[in-house]
């Protein structure tokens, strides 16, 4: 598919994400309405308020590190500005990433000849990558509108990163099946592209590699000693002082412990997630080469990243079904841990990516030459 076919549709999702998200932060007003409570409950209400308060142009409400809220923003029009501008750089970023990303998705793994259910996963987990790092970059100028910006800033930074929240999942499933719709009808017409018939034993090498490094941050780097590890090493002096925090959201894609804190039934029963999760990214992997229309960086990279988040959704989604927490806490509850770990995710997803590159290439796959450079 040609980038002049893949811009339509490319444009569409990214207004489309991006309207979703602005939509839904409008939405977080009405959660002060004085029925709120009673209609959704008052654990609900909180639970939905944070999700829907890293999109809201509400400069009198400020998310903080913790999850709370609090009135940060109102008291000076200086920090109001700043929030205003903060929301502003956040919404033309979501656009912006969503649409860089969906044009080489949609270049590399176009929605025809068996590739649109991969398009369409594809898609939908570049919708949260988008929105995370969106948040990471207009974080900045967030911190800078509350009151005591400048204590603790990478713990600061740490909970904006980590507080896009379950909506972009909701609003990047919504846009990837309307992209994968217009993509299809912008590329009738246009010269079927076969898939590739890559080799079994190199493509199953390469998702081995790949799976192996992102096992890394989910098996080691994510075990309770490990990652306590991590968020204390560092104990310096200075605004950069705690590291740990930043650190802790870009290496770990979970968090667990050994199974003396809990019956061994339960313990097998939440490592069956992980191992899910893993059997996602190593199908994937094993099934990208044949799906992409060449092998490139950038597309392994891209490619890798998604299936990594396809991953922590199908754990996320299969630690809901063993949740016993929704009669407590509300059924809003449940999907409050849906699309967390994307920072971790992209880390590892472009590592694993270029790794299983560099596997496929040693193991002898190469990406046949244009027919007219073919030796006659």
Known sequence: MTYRRAVIPALVGGLLITLLLWWAGASAQALQLRGSTSVFGVDSVNELRRWLMPWSYDSSVALSPDGSVDAGTGGDTRYADLYSTAMQIRFVAVFAFFLAGTLLL?????????????????LWAWGPVSATLAVTVSAPWLIASRPHSSYRIPTQLAGVIASSGPVPVFAGLLTALLTVLVARVCAKGAEPLPRRDVPARPARLAASVGTAVVALSLVVLSYQSAAGWIQTTFSGAGLLSEPGDLLRQWLLLGAWAGPSTAPLGHWLLYR?????????VWWSLRLLPGLLTRTTVPAMAVGTVCATVLGLFASQ??????????????????????????????TFGVTAGLAALATLRLAGDREPLPSSVVPA
Request: hydrophobic letters at 55%.
């Open 106 to 122: 949609l270049r590399r793994i176009p929605p025809t000849r068996g590739r649109t259910p991969g398009t369409l996963l594809a």
């Open 272 to 280: 069956a997630a992980d191992v899910l999760l893993l059997a996602v």
């Open 317 to 346: 989604i299969l630690h809901m079904a063993i949740d016993d927490t929704a009669s407590v806490w509300g059924p809003v509850h449940v999907f409050s841990a849906l699309g967390s770990g994307i920072p971790a995710a992209l």
